[in-house]
């Protein structure tokens, strides 16, 4: 019976530690940005190259956005002209990767 209940509360333990490890991956910078990429991807029908090239530029940003914006003050001057230079690297990332009707469904877009 002694053994059993280990074998119990070493499962619970077990289970419990997965939960955690799944909830930290999805939180990943890599993992947020595939799935925009994979949203993007099927919006604006991108090929193979540029899939590849805004998953980049979708974890440069978010990376960058962790960074210096997530967690800081949104009204101090210094985050906000940091969140205005990653967006701006986005936005011409994006020019540069779309073409000229995709970017303009891009903008359309509304942004998260």
Avoid: C
């Amino acid at each position: 019976m002694k053994n059993l209940l280990k074998i119990v509360a070493f499962a619970f333990v077990m289970v419990l530690s997965v939960n955690t490890a799944q909830a930290q991956d999805a939180d990943r910078p890599e993992v947020v940005a595939k799935q925009k990429t994979a949203e993007l991807s099927e919006t604006l029908n991108l090929n193979g190259d540029q899939q590849r090239s805004v998953f980049r530029a979708m974890v440069a940003n978010e990376v960058n956005y962790r960074k210096h914006v997530i967690g800081k003050d949104a009204s101090n001057a210094q985050v906000i002209a940091d969140k205005k230079k990653h967006d701006d690297v986005l936005t011409t990332s994006m020019k540069r990767i779309l073409t000229d009707e995709q970017y303009k469904q891009w903008v359309a877009l509304p942004q998260q």
